[in-house]
């Protein structure tokens, strides 16, 4: 699987490198160095370069380095517009999505509420965030951007004597332009997974 990650990946840098827009590096936005764009994606340095996405100090020929190379290919001068959140049901063709979505993003992180709660400037820090106001509503709740144009609001709710806890992962109003619908998918699972790390 991970010699498929790779050919994945380069066959996307190869399609982004082959007709390099001029206008790359605003719309990610990145700082351009020759033929590399460095950018923070998922709390860490991301590089993209013509045979190699690195995140951190690690190459990544998977989800990660996939994500952020699709992300690369629909880069668009558009802003990310944050409100009114959607939820990810909301936005077309993301039905086939749905069940895994809810499973892997938000249910993924229930059993972990206690230190979520304690670590949320920690977690807000790395992922270019911020707590959020009362009104996007829950017991706490925080905006973290995964990538550059795309924010995701978690919301927690504690549990009560009629609910048990919950999550409600939110994307901002517009993340449809900058990736498609099973990318988006993906990026909110694996940004759940860097919560985890982090925590």
């Known amino acids: 699987m991970k010699d498929n990650y790779a050919t994945i990946l ?3 840098l190869d399609r982004l490198y082959g007709g390099l827009p001029d206008d790359l590096a605003g719309n990610l936005p990145a700082q351009q160095d020759g033929e590399r764009f460095i950018f923070d994606a998922f709390g860490e340095k991301c590089v993209i370069q013509p045979k190699t996405i690195t995140l951190g100090k690690k190459e990544h020929s998977s989800v990660f380095g996939i994500l952020i190379s699709l992300y690369a290919l629909n880069a668009r001068p558009d802003i990310c517009i944050l409100s009114p ?16 979505f809810a499973t892997h993003t938000e249910q993924l992180l229930i059993p972990h ?3 979520i709660k304690e670590a949320v400037q ?12 009362l009104e ?10 995964p990538l550059p144009k795309i924010a995701l609001c978690y919301i927690f709710y504690e549990a009560d004597d ?20 099973d990318g988006l998918a993906d990026v909110g699972e694996y940004t759940s997974r860097k919560i985890l790390d982090i925590i």
Do not use: W
């Not at 959140?85 to 895994?100: Q, R």
């Not at 920690?122 to 106001?133: D, N, P």
């Not at 996007?136 to 951007?145: K, L, M, R």
């Open 10 to 12: 380069q066959n996307n």
């Open 85 to 100: 959140l959607k939820s990810f049901k909301e936005f077309p063709s993301s039905m086939p999505y749905v069940g895994a």
């Open 113 to 115: 509420f206690g230190k």
């Open 122 to 133: 920690t977690i807000t820090r790395a992922l270019k965030g911020e707590k959020t106001h």
């Open 136 to 145: 996007a509503g829950g017991d706490f709740s925080f905006v973290v951007y």
């Open 162 to 181: 009629d609910f048990p806890p919950s999550v409600t992962c939110l994307y901002s109003n517009n993340a449809n332009l900058f990736l498609p619908i």
